[in-house]
Antibody
């Protein structure tokens, strides 16, 4: 059974940093493109970042480029999102999601339960 | 960036009735389109990918159609558990991957 479990969310002040983690199990993690998707309170879904299985390709939304860094540790079946220079508009539930196309960028076939990041003074 | 526009924003439907949700892309996404269902407090769930292929364990009452710029999600006979928010997402031209704003299906 595919499982994704995010952790690391919390309350942080504007300008601060936070590191999110996603523990994966039940599939060949190293072969899968992984993604972060966020949802601000009461709003829709926003893609944040993607990383292919071999770390060869990394992509970011313009809204987070230069501030967020996606990474993965295939030996630990884990995905990360380092978030720096946080802004109030980064407040959202952050979901870890697997690409449904395996090694390629595509839809999101499995999602974690999400972790809430609140940026507020 | 490809903009995805969903309509209507809210759809009021009685249980047992058919629901038809629309998604329009600002330029062609061929068939690289997915639909998701999200219930309050839960993560989204993949319903349809490739515009018309049901994901694993998705009931047959959910169907997707369309290609290019116009897409439809149809729920043939609404069940109580189907009242939720539905999102479309394109994965043809990226980055960025983009979602529609969502359609809320509520009980009439």
């Amino acid at each position: 059974e595919v499982q994704l479990a995010e952790s690391g969310g919390g309350l942080v002040k504007p300008g601060g940093s936070l590191r999110l983690s996603c523990a994966a199990s039940g599939f060949t993690f190293s072969s899968s493109t992984m993604n972060w998707v966020r949802q601000a309170p009461g709003k829709g879904l926003e893609w944040v970042s993607s990383i292919t299985g071999s770390n060869s390709y990394i992509y970011y939304a313009d809204s987070v480029k230069g501030r967020f860094t996606i990474s993965r540790d295939n030996a630990k079946n884990s995905l990360y999102l380092q978030m720096n220079s946080l802004r109030t508009e980064d407040t959202a539930v952050y979901y870890c999601a697997r690409s449904g196309l395996g090694p390629e960028i595509g839809d999101f076939d499995y999602w974690g339960q999400g972790t809430l990041v609140t940026v507020s003074s | 960036e490809i903009v995805m526009t969903q309509s209507p924003a809210t759809l009021s439907v009685s249980p047992g009735e058919r629901a038809t949700l629309s998604c329009r892309a600002s330029q062609s996404v061929t068939s690289n389109l997915a639909w998701y269902q999200q219930k309050p407090g839960q993560a989204p769930r993949l319903l349809i990918y490739g515009a018309s292929t049901r994901a694993t364990l998705i009931p047959a009452r959910f169907s997707g159609s369309g290609s290019g710029t116009e897409f439809t999600l149809t729920i043939s006979s609404l069940q109580s558990e189907d009242f939720a928010v539905y999102y479309c997402q394109q994965y043809n031209n990226w980055p960025p991957l983009t979602f529609g704003g969502g359609t809320k299906v509520e009980i009439k």
